[in-house]
């Protein structure tokens, strides 16, 4: 030990300098990590102060129902630039403050291990020949033996601890289940109304415009009035014209992709393709019904009685216009099921206009009864809206073409479409009733 001694103290003073001439003295560093943590914590501060105040921004722009002022702008693109500029000092100042870290830790490890140096002699590994003698080494340091504290600590410091890291080739990277994609591809409007084939690109649609005439010969019809001369008028009929409109979408996939790609990337493509073409034509559906609503919106109603007597006075308008033939369908938006939902209970007394809705089922598709009358949820339709609507008074055509594919040799690609053609037409206007808040 006595030999060690020199080299311990020239060890010693080697660091002691290394650490005085990096300017790393223990008070400095403490000091100049509390000047760094404070300006770290001045600039979060400004950047929250700066994030703040654009989210104000947009929000008072936002409630008002308007974009934002060339003033606004200017003042969120200087918030913005103050922030990055923010953000990069903060990425210095935290790797400055790593490194001074690593530094402080470095220098504590020399200086322990030199005090371990000063107070040990023998150097090597503690080996215990038995499972005894290492439960005696336990049971000594249990009692406070700093000796065997020591030769244990340095006993298990010495182990290899191996972890997955450590076997990253023999570890597997699973993936688990199918492709998460929360899309809504129900057609509720289409379902209920139900479509009709499409063979043309323009075709037409007889409607009468004007019936023939019967009424009593005469003024009466009686015998007074034989051989005086019946009414006469003359059937019209005129014809809608419809026209296909065609929806559709690719996208060109690599080989290498559908070949390597577990789930496979081509169903997964073409699936969110026809849900893609689903949801578009229900918009289009849902469209052509609110293409009729009024000028002045008329709301369906602040409660139940006000709900089901809209509903009943739209229904005999709708009756008046189609006489009776068709099926009503009442069709809402997501947020009107939302308002209409709680005021039927889905408990009610025998004198119920409705079975009540449940919670537990929203969703797309019919959700219940007013009066008889389905109801439908489409997010197809805008928001705060419902259509009352004939099926009689709306047709839908449509012809799906499917999914279309082609090879591309020079890219080793594959080209992937989905198409169709759909057309929604009202043959009554008066057959379908919107309402709106």
Known sequence: MQRLKPIIERVGWFFFGLTVRAGLRPIEIRDRENHTDAMIARLEKEIEERDAFIQGTVANAQDAERDLADSETELVGEARKRIEAC?????????????????????????RELSRMRTEVDHGEPEYRSAGAYIVEAYRAHMGNTDAKTRLEMFFRAADHQTTGDNSGVVPDPIVGSVINFIDAARPIVSATGVQPMTDAIWHRPKVTQRTSVAPQGAAGGAGDEKTELVSQAMVI?????????????????????????????????????????????????????ALAPGTPVPLGADAAAITANVWSAASTIYAAVAGQGRLVLAVSPDKLGDVGPLFAPVNPRDTQSEGFTAGQFGQGQMGTISGIPVVMSAGLSADTAALFSTAAFELFEQRVGTLQVTEPSVLGVQVAYAGYFTPLILEDEGVSVFVG
């Open 238 to 290: 005129e014809r809608l014209t419809a026209e296909a409109t065609t929806y559709g979408g690719y996208v060109n996939v690599s080989r290498q992709n559908m070949d390597f790609s577990r789930p496979q990337i081509f169903d997964t493509v073409v699936n969110d393709l026809a849900a893609q073409y689903a949801i578009q034509t229900e918009a289009a559906a849902a469209a052509a019904l609110e």
């Open 87 to 111: 953000e990069e000092q903060l990425g210095h100042l935290h790797e400055a403050r790593d490194r001074t870290a690593k530094a402080r830790k470095r220098a504590d490890d020399v200086q």
